[in-house]
């Protein structure tokens, strides 16, 4: 680790909800988070694939958005193709006190502005580059206090590196592309989510 420059992040995908044993496991994570990580996660929900069956990706997330709440640090929330419960269990976890992102957003209006509403942040990556991408009006109605962008490097390379191993300078390229939608200068966005980025995570005064 390189503290003040690296950080992590201790969570199961949903893709792996189904060896996820909540014994082993949560003690497991809360060794890392004692250890430093910065966030729970990323968890949540993905019907898409489903290679996890939903109500073992549900009891998984359930159970690290509890872990998020006992150690008071934000969870990374991954949602694909599951918009209403994850606008349940955000919804709730909201009530709790608990604070997140909803990373690579994807999704629809209503789901963003739950999280919005529960004091979360939602947060973009290179698919908002790609032809098929048609969500400009959720990156439009993210306020300036609660917009993130990132690389998920590995994955997910913004056009025009579609397709090959992501790197995490290219960043740049989402984030350009986010201010034009907003119809600022990328600069300055870059100076807006390295500020937010801090806060959520408590990475230093933004």
Known sequence: MHPGFVSFTAGIHPHDAASFDPQSDIAVLELLLQSG?????ECGLDYHYDNSPRDL?????AMQLELAKRFGLPVVVHTRDADDDTDAMVREAGREGVRGVLHCY???MALAQTALSAGWYVSFSGIVTFRNWQRDDVIR???DDRILVESDAPYLAPVPHRGT????????????RVAAVR???ATAL???????????FGLGSA
Not at 37 to 41: E, I, P, Q, Y
Not at 165 to 175: G, I, M, P
């Open 57 to 61: 990706q549900r009891r998984a997330f």
């Open 183 to 185: 119809a600022t200068d």
């Open 37 to 41: 990580a910065v966030a729970v996660g």
């Open 165 to 176: 191993r992501n790197e995490s300078a290219w960043v740049a390229l989402t984030a350009a």
């Open 190 to 200: 870059g100076r807006l989510v390295s500020d937010n980025a801090r806060r959520l």
């Open 106 to 108: 994807t999704g629809g």
């Open 141 to 143: 109605a993210i306020p």
